[in-house]
């Protein structure tokens, strides 16, 4: 089997204590390599607001959908609810993010979606494009990293920060260079 591991959890992976390691590396194990999107509902929600595709409204419609979303299945429902309460999360720490001169588009309309790194496959998925508004060229990158269990601290964000840098340098700069300050990692 083809060794994987995506970005964020690489950036956790290098920071993490001894235990944490053989946890993340047992999980990915039995995950068979990318860990399972369980946030696929806030992620989808946040970047089509941040894009432009919804409005401020629609994503708190959207937040309190999925907080209040109700299944038989314990599962899918403590999905929804967490991915509501995300983006209620994100609403109360948009203002902090500042993209200047950039066009944001949803990086799922982008091709490249790994580098290899020492032989391991790292899934390097920006959640979202920054584009220059000057040249029209990729100049940066927003990536989400949601969890319940562990945070990124300041050093796992700067390692997931420079994945996300080198994949783009190597798949998207054709010529022009990544501003370090335009690949955002939103814990």
């Known amino acids: 089997m083809e060794p994987k591991i995506t ?3 690489l950036g956790e992976y290098l920071t993490a204590s001894a235990r944490r390691r053989r946890s993340i590396i047992k999980t990915l194990q039995e995950e068979g390599g990318f860990a399972a999107m369980h946030y696929t509902d806030a992620r989808n929600a946040i970047c089509d607001y941040l894009s432009g595709n919804i ?27 967490a991915s509501g309460a995300a983006i209620e999360d994100f609403i109360d720490l948009e203002d902090e993010i500042v ?16 580098i290899e790194v020492s032989g391991v496959k790292v899934g390097a998925k920006p959640d979202l494009m920054l584009i220059s508004a000057e040249t ?32 783009l340098e190597d798949n998207y ?8 300050k335009k690949v955002l990692i939103i814990d």
Do not use: R, W
């Not at 708190?60 to 299945?73: F, G, R």
């Not at 993209?99 to 790994?114: A, D, L, P, R």
């Not at 990293?145 to 994949?167: C, G, N, P, R, V």
């Open 7 to 9: 970005a964020n959890k």
């Open 55 to 81: 409005s401020s409204k629609q994503l708190l419609e959207k937040s309190n959908e999925l907080k209040n979303y109700v299944s038989d299945n314990n599962f899918t429902q403590s999905t929804k609810n």
């Open 99 to 114: 993209v200047k001169n950039c066009i944001i588009k949803k990086g799922s309309e982008f091709q490249e979606n790994s």
């Open 136 to 167: 029209e060229e990729v100049v940066g990158c927003i990536k989400f990293h949601f969890s319940q269990s562990a945070s990124l601290d300041k050093d796992a964000a700067e390692y997931t920060a420079t994945i996300m840098k080198k994949h």
């Open 173 to 180: 700069a054709s010529g022009n260079k990544i501003d370090p």
